[in-house]
């Protein structure tokens, strides 16, 4: 059998198919990376290469840090405030990471401490730079949850300062909720409020919660300054309503917003008022429903909401019209 090489019938050969035609362009001259294809690499060593230098950290202002300017609570210069004592705000978690950062790039604990001012106003200097030598300390020793706790108590402190918060008081502690595996077997699982009741209605509930709302306000765990209202809607739903706020109040700027959200988002602060509200309602209900297949047992529902100025608006417009017709109706 012969060795040459054989082309099947058909394919063509030679001419522009021929090897030496389809042979890669050369790339000597166009410089640049092309250079990589015929030069020889370079031979490398570590001194070859320069030592990066860290980015430089920015400490920000008071006025400009994470932290935020707006003070807690009610203050001359932030007499809008919503009291809540206790609650720790993201602002003053990124106040303590102001600290950290400033600790960290080099400043003395009592220019770091500064960066607490905006969020613990009513501490001296000498609290502030306390506090953060034990929240420096804790996160050395890698335990976040003692960070909390740190944060937590110095919330405190600065509430107790600034008179919203009364230790001598008995505070109020909200009934808890437990959730476990649903006993039907349903996918959803269940809730049963330390306060539910087998047996109470709704009209009972309703009672109950507004007797919670009031002890609330008077231990100062909800803002005294506020009207709640609690109405039975239907026999299995009543609606919680908080008026009083202003839009300021309980809708954040546009600026805090992210781009592609839509409508108006609540605060951190009023968001925590309405927590607190469902704490005190939640834990007189029992909700054993699964919608992932249509199936709903509870004793109640309730509807929390904040009443912001527009509501505020209308209810006073129904209010004047409904008097009216019961001018017109009666004659007085």
């Known amino acids: 059998m012969s060795n040459l090489n054989r082309v099947q019938s058909g394919i063509p050969e030679g001419g522009q198919f021929a090897e030496s035609t389809k042979a890669r362009p050369s790339i000597d001259g166009l410089g640049g990376f092309y250079d990589s294809f015929t030069d020889d690499p370079p031979q490398l060593t570590i001194d070859d290469f320069e030592e990066p230098e860290p980015p430089a950290r920015h400490i920000a202002s008071d006025s400009e840090s994470m932290a935020g300017t707006v003070l807690p609570g009610k203050h001359p210069n932030n007499p809008s405030a919503i009291d809540l004592p206790g609650f720790v705000h993201p602002r003053t978690r990124n106040a303590f990471f102001d600290a950290r950062w400033a600790s960290d790039s080099g400043e003395d604990r009592q220019s770091a401490a500064q960066q607490l001012k905006s969020r613990l106003p009513s501490l001296t200097d000498e609290d502030r730079q306390e506090v953060l030598n034990r929240y420096l300390e804790a996160g050395d020793n890698g335990e ?43 996918q959803s699982p269940a809730m049963y409020g330390s306060r539910y009741e087998l047996g109470m209605s709704t009209t009972e509930a309703a009672k109950a919660i507004r007797a919670d709302i009031k002890d609330a306000k008077t231990t100062g765990y909800l803002p005294n300054d506020l009207t709640y209202s609690v109405r039975k809607s239907s026999a299995s739903a009543m609606s ?28 951190p602060e009023a968001a925590e008022l309405k927590d607190r509200i469902d704490r005190i309602s939640n834990s007189y209900r029992m909700d054993e429903s699964d919608s992932m297949t249509d199936y709903f047992e509870t004793n109640f529902y309730a509807f929390s909401r904040i009443e912001d100025e527009d509501d505020a608006r209308f209810r006073r417009r129904e209010k004047e019209r409904q008097a009216a017709n019961r001018l017109t109706k009666t004659g007085r």
């Open 144 to 186: 976040p949850a003692e960070d909390e706790e740190i944060i937590a108590q110095a919330v405190e402190d600065n509430d107790t300062a600034m008179g919203i918060l009364n230790v001598s008081r008995q505070p109020f502690i909200p009934g808890g909720v437990r959730v476990c595996d649903n006993r039907y077997g349903h």
């Open 240 to 267: 919680i309503e908080v008026q009083g706020l202003t839009n300021d109040q309980i809708y954040a700027p546009a600026d805090d917003m992210e781009p592609a959200y839509l409508g108006r988002r609540h605060r």
